[in-house]
């Protein structure tokens, strides 16, 4: 629940954003009496307030938790940092580098994996899921850049570029005007919200020319979405849906020019004036009907402020 309304939170209060993260931390980091023994970051804690869930028992999303420990982590380091030298206390070091070979022994080809949107179920190689996992290995170069271990960081850039050209050649469409949903499976789209993390890492740390996917991507996706799958209340998730999700259709709206970003707030407020289920505001809702799909006030809706982070009008 933490990743959707992030951005929000390390606008509003990086000092705050990174108390959120901190029991994740002190969790995977064997810092509590449960022996914490997986390579990627953990997806919760257990049930408030006792975070004593097994390791076994989680819901597992390797590359989906760890590639949003390390973005944050990173944006983090920047915003509460002096730039000199990294702020991320050094007893996370052996925790963060854990995590940053997992993405660099997985990323490339995900598998099937479960995603954020885990009622989907598991996905094999989902291109948002890899994208992800490819921008959370330049956030971890970010990191090792912030300690002074510019020979790692720049191993880590490598290998994201690297993945990226395995990315462009197995997900883009034969049309050439979108990125698929899975690697190699045409006729397929989906909404490529992740690549807003991107752009907010990149704003973060003022190094946005620095990280691995190009602008031809991001505005190919962006134009897909305006010009062909946009209907009154917003974008689907993904090509076999009619529904969407608010709180990743304002990720996508974040990194849209003004008109497009006002394009996606004005659908979002339509579906809230509309829609005829009369309930706190729900993130997943179809875009045709604006009836209500599940779900409903959750903080997953902060990702609706995600331009601010962005510091985008």
């Known amino acids: 629940m933490i990743y959707p309304a992030f951005p929000l939170y390390a606008w509003a209060d990086p000092d705050a954003a990174w108390k959120l993260l901190v029991p994740l931390m002190e969790y995977a980091n064997n810092a509590t009496n449960i022996q914490y023994n997986l390579p990627w970051a953990p997806h919760h804690l257990g049930k408030y307030p ?3 869930i097994q390791p076994s028992q989680q819901e597992q999303m390797p ?4 590639a949003f420990m390390l973005i944050s982590l990173a944006m983090l380091d920047s915003r509460l940092g002096d730039g000199s030298k990294s702020w991320i206390p050094v007893k996370y070091n052996g925790l963060i580098d854990t995590w940053g070979q997992y993405l660099l022994d997985s990323t490339e080809i995900p598998r099937n994996q479960l995603t954020t949107d885990d009622f989907l179920g598991p996905m094999p190689n989902c291109t948002n899921l890899a994208a992800k996992g490819i921008i959370g290995l330049a956030a971890y170069a970010s990191i090792l850049r912030t300690r002074g271990n510019s020979t790692g960081a720049q191993a880590m850039d490598a290998a994201a570029q690297k993945y990226v050209t395995f990315w462009r050649a197995h997900s883009l469409a034969k049309s050439g005007d979108h990125f698929q949903l899975e690697y190699s499976d045409e006729g397929t789209w989906s909404t490529k919200y992740n690549l807003m993390l991107q752009v907010a890492l990149g704003q973060a740390t003022g190094r946005s020319d620095a990280f691995p996917f190009p602008q031809d991507v991001i505005d190919t996706e962006l134009n ?4 062909k ?12 849906a009619t529904f969407g999700k608010g709180d990743w259709f304002s990720f996508a709206g974040a990194i849209m020019d003004q008109p497009g970003f006002a394009r996606v707030m004005g659908a979002l407020r339509a579906f809230l004036n509309d829609s005829p289920d009369r309930v706190p505001f729900t993130d997943w809702y179809d875009t045709i009907t604006a009836r209500q799909k599940g779900f409903r006030c959750r903080a997953v809706v902060g990702g609706v402020f995600a331009r601010l982070f962005l510091g985008k009008q």
């Open 224 to 227: 897909f979405y305006l010009s």
């Open 50 to 52: 006792v975070g004593d």
């Open 229 to 240: 799958q946009f209907n009154k209340y917003g974008v689907p998730l993904f090509s076999k």
């Open 63 to 66: 590359i989906e938790e760890t």
